[in-house]
């Protein structure tokens, strides 16, 4: 199993013991699991229990670097499963499809969505408003004139655009949301972009989404920038989703940029250009599912 479950920590040398344990982490005396003193070391099944009610970071960080043999119950595949079984990540199907429950469990753990204010709850918190011509940017209400509810039942706003190109984005650090290098460059989990948009009944729009895999210098190592949708006037508006897996990308990847808008294509003024809501990317386990 990898060695990697949390990205390391910044220590000075002294920081650690003459026998090499971390302060704080006492000399555990280990035998053979047969030896009578199981009581000190128990076998790897009770102790594989036992630990798995453990936080992740101090089964990694602390019960690993005990001993041999702790280091060895922690690594097992069945110390994490039970982990994944008792937090609802454990699918029975996923047995042949999970290489490494270790960073399964992990990823699991990590995954939300990584958008800030999707759905214009707080304003433009957290949006750069890269374009904003026209009469710009603007937040309504669902389902606003001449428009429609979303599917999910939790979106309550959207962002509108109008008759000047408006475009705003999000640019995500990758270790500051928890993924640590030497996870995306080894592991290289799933990028799941979804986004969502709808016009007006009565006038018609465009609707653009660009979406790149980062180096550390912002060099871009991976995009995903879709034909521009252009929707006719007297449409259906209705909300569409929009989503692409990003997988197998370059090593190196630091940072995520994410950018969507458009505007009306009648050039009214006002706010008759393309609604958006609800965008998240989410960073999740490669599976066979």
Not at 154 to 162: D, M, P
């Amino acid at each position: 199993m990898a060695d990697f479950p949390f990205p390391p920590r910044h220590t000075a040398p002294q920081d650690r013991s003459p026998a090499g344990r971390p302060p704080g982490v006492a000399s555990i005396p280990c035998r053979p699991w047969g030896s009578l003193r199981f009581l000190i070391c128990p076998r790897p099944d009770p102790l594989s229990s036992l630990l798995s009610l453990l936080p992740a970071q101090d089964l990694i960080r602390t019960c690993r670097l005990v001993c041999t043999q702790w280091r060895y119950v922690v690594d097992l595949t069945t110390l994490w499963k039970r982990k994944c079984q008792r937090e609802g990540f454990y699918i029975q199907n996923l047995d042949r499809s999970v290489s490494d429950w270790k960073i399964f469990y992990m990823l699991c753990s990590l995954k939300r969505n990584l958008i800030k204010n999707p759905s214009a709850e707080e304003n433009f918190q957290h949006w750069k408003l890269d374009n904003n011509e026209g009469d710009k940017w603007k937040i309504e209400d669902l389902p606003g004139t001449h428009g429609k509810d979303m599917p999910d039942p939790k979106v309550h706003k959207y962002f509108v655009t109008s008759y000047g190109p408006c475009f705003k984005s999000q640019l995500i650090t990758l270790q500051k949301e928890g993924y640590w290098n030497q996870l995306m460059d080894e592991k290289r989990p799933e990028i799941v972009v979804k986004d969502w948009y709808a016009a007006r009944f009565d006038c018609g729009c465009r609707y653009e989404l660009t979406v790149r895999l980062l180096s550390e210098d912002y060099i871009v190592l991976e995009e995903f920038h879709p034909e521009p949708v252009v929707i006719e006037q007297w449409n259906d508006a209705a909300w569409r989703e929009i989503s692409h897996t990003f997988q197998n990308y370059p090593a190196g990847v630091r940072y995520i940029w994410f950018q969507h808008g458009g505007q009306d294509t009648q050039f009214w003024a006002g706010w008759y250009g393309i609604r958006v809501t609800n965008s998240s990317i989410t960073i999740g386990p490669l599976t066979l599912l």
